[in-house]
């Protein structure tokens, strides 16, 4: 059982990269998923969740109006969309969810501890 994000890299500020979460060992639309992000030196940060059908989304204000996060139940992945790059997003992003079925993305920060392997972005020109 286990999440993977992957896509990262180095890109110049004002880029886009997408960043891939996928699942194995269990069925990705049984869960809201959350993307998480790490910078050297700081506390993790909630960046996204989105809601098990997709049809709802959050985002932190760091991100808002950039980042845009989707899922693909079939493929059983999430992505998340990250356009006008700023230095600030430098961070290790990884994926989570909580370890309940079913669950919201209420409170996501708090409680999706659930977390694959990350993926580095760094923003420099």
């Known amino acids: 059982v286990q999440l993977q994000a992957s896509g990262g890299g180095l890109v110049q500020p004002g880029g886009s990269l997408r960043l891939s979460c996928s699942a194995s060992?269990?069925?990705?639309?049984?869960?809201?998923i959350a993307w998480f992000r790490q910078a050297p030196g700081k506390e993790r940060e909630g960046v996204s969740c989105?809601?098990?059908?997709?049809?709802?989304?959050f985002y932190a204000d760091s991100v808002k109006g950039r980042f845009t996060v989707s899922r693909d139940n079939a493929k059983n992945t999430v992505y998340l969309q990250m356009n006008n790059l700023k230095p600030e997003d430098t961070a290790v992003y990884y994926c989570?969810?909580?370890?309940?079925?079913?669950?919201?993305?209420?409170?996501?920060?708090?409680?999706?501890?659930?977390r694959g392997q990350g993926t580095l972005v760094t923003v420099s020109s």
């Open positions: 989105i809601s098990m059908s997709g049809e709802t989304t």
């Open positions: 989570a969810r909580d370890h309940t079925m079913k669950s919201s993305c209420s409170g996501y920060s708090r409680r999706f501890n659930f």
């Open positions: 060992g269990f069925t990705l639309e049984d869960y809201a």
